[in-house]
């Protein structure tokens, strides 16, 4: 039985069969369970399986099992088809190997279940067991600490209660402290320490750059929100045990940047994904240099605001910010200040007029690691304007480490650059196996030859 929160989630099973059907594989999530013992994942390899081709129900109920061959691989789905079938597919059905329902060959044998052939190949051989022993020798199978290793990847570092600093969702510029309400596939639901306790709170990947440890905005001279007894302690330097501290996070989070200078100033120019709305890379400006590797920049496309409060924090190594001319030689639209027209935008002409300078090239990271990931595969993504939802989604463009995600049935407007790394992208199959809702594509309304297009949002704000 599903649990209410998974009611209409989307199923990809319809689909999966389809040769045309491609999934980024597992390997390409290097934070997803089980990235790591994917290679030994394989098409061809045999596995021990419940056998659900049995007539009788008392059959069912002793749980008998048998063996079955991978015959495709889609994420964390595998096609199987028992022994027995030969080229015959009738009865192929897909399961998720991310799931305890696949186990090595041997198995059965060590825990004394019982191997029982399918009841539509029954009566195909009289010695089962030899049958068995033939085509099994020299065969591939899940290694026998498969399943310990696949319950292990799906633990979260983080358990509820923790106290955290987290990127204030109503005004990105400063961090607030938070508290994790609840977790799911390693995707934490904080909730704001000032929040009404109505509100829904925040979702984020546990490896979001949007979560901190304590203490870390006072480390990096970040603006924090936090009552006065947090602000206190931490900058005595006493700590809770309910304190989300460094060893939480990687090394990349807590600044692998030492307290150094990193040759970024305030007023140089970049590119940087906006982070209010993710489809569009913009022409942005650093506002101000933090320690440890971190900066603010305010993306120049906005509206004034004397604030600050669109001011957003960036570590320098970020592969969500570029140096000038990065859209241009990779084929992407440069979204210009505000004032300028996408067609005329120049940078060369707008240094002049402005005196401005760019940051210089050297000073990003243009590391681009080999990721796998091509133009048309399927994923899982979060809609980071509105991180409770994962859905379904295609890689649609590839740009050296960079990816833009297309949200299925939804405009393009909702699309998203995220980088090959981020946690917040997954394989297919990964709500399944994780008991996360899978949203599907937009329910459209059929009208007489048209179809209604998915609604449009004004999105400024993150929810
Ligand atoms: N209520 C939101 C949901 C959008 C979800 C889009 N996901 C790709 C809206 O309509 O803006």
Request: charged share 25%; with cysteine.
């Amino acid at each position: 039985r599903k649990p209410a929160e998974l009611a209409n989630s989307f199923e990809w099973d319809a689909q999966l069969s389809d040769p045309r059907f491609v999934a980024a594989p597992v390997t390409c999530f290097r934070h997803a369970p089980m990235a790591d013992i994917w290679d030994d994942v394989m098409v061809g390899m045999k596995v021990e399986v419940e056998n659900t081709d049995c007539d009788n129900v008392s059959e069912a109920f002793a749980d008998s099992f048998w063996v079955a061959t991978v015959m495709r691989l889609v994420g964390y789905k595998a096609q199987l088809r028992y022994e027995g079938f030969g080229s015959n597919d009738s009865k192929d059905f897909w399961v998720s190997l991310c799931s305890n329902q696949v186990h090595p060959v041997g198995w059965c044998a060590t825990r004394g279940k019982p191997l029982i052939p399918p009841k539509t190949v029954e009566d195909k051989y009289l010695d089962w067991k030899d049958f068995l022993r033939k085509r099994l020798t020299g065969a591939r199978t899940l290694p026998s600490n498969f399943s310990t290793k696949a319950g292990d990847s799906l633990k979260s570092r983080f358990e509820c209660g923790l106290n955290l600093e987290v990127v204030d969702k109503n005004r990105i510029s400063q961090v607030k402290v938070a508290i994790v309400h609840k977790i799911i596939g390693k995707r934490l639901n904080v909730k704001y320490y000032d929040m009404h306790p109505d509100d829904a709170g925040f979702w984020c990947h546990e490896d979001s750059p949007l979560l901190h440890p304590v203490g870390w905005a006072k480390k990096v001279n970040h603006h924090l929100v936090a009552p006065i007894n947090y602000l206190e302690r931490v900058s005595q330097g006493i700590f809770d045990e309910d304190d989300a501290t460094e060893e939480l996070f990687t090394p990349f989070q807590v600044g692998a940047v030492e307290h150094s200078r990193t040759g970024f100033c305030v007023g140089m120019k970049l590119e940087a994904i906006d982070p209010l709305n993710l489809s569009s890379i913009c022409v942005a400006t650093v506002m101000d240099v933090l320690d440890y590797g971190y900066i603010m920049i305010r993306i120049d496309t906005y509206d004034s605001d004397a604030t600050g409060a669109d001011w957003f924090c960036y570590h320098v190594k970020s592969p969500c910010i570029f140096p000038v001319g990065f859209c241009e030689r990779n084929g992407i639209p440069l979204t210009p200040p505000k004032g300028y027209d996408a067609a005329t935008f120049n940078w060369r002409a707008y240094f002049i007029q402005t005196n401005n300078r760019p940051a210089d090239p050297a000073l990003f990271n243009t590391y681009v690691p080999p990721h796998g990931f091509v133009q048309g595969m399927k994923i899982e993504a979060a809609d980071l304007m509105d991180p409770r939802l994962v859905c379904i989604a295609t890689v649609a463009k590839v740009a050296g480490r960079l990816l833009k995600v297309h949200f299925d049935g939804w405009e393009e407007e909702y699309d998203q650059w995220l980088d090959c790394d981020s946690p917040d992208v997954y394989p297919v199959g990964w709500c399944q196996s994780v008991g996360h809702k899978l949203e599907g594509p937009p329910l459209v309304a059929k009208a007489v030859g048209s179809v209604v297009k998915s609604p449009k949002v004004k999105k400024k704000s993150r929810k």
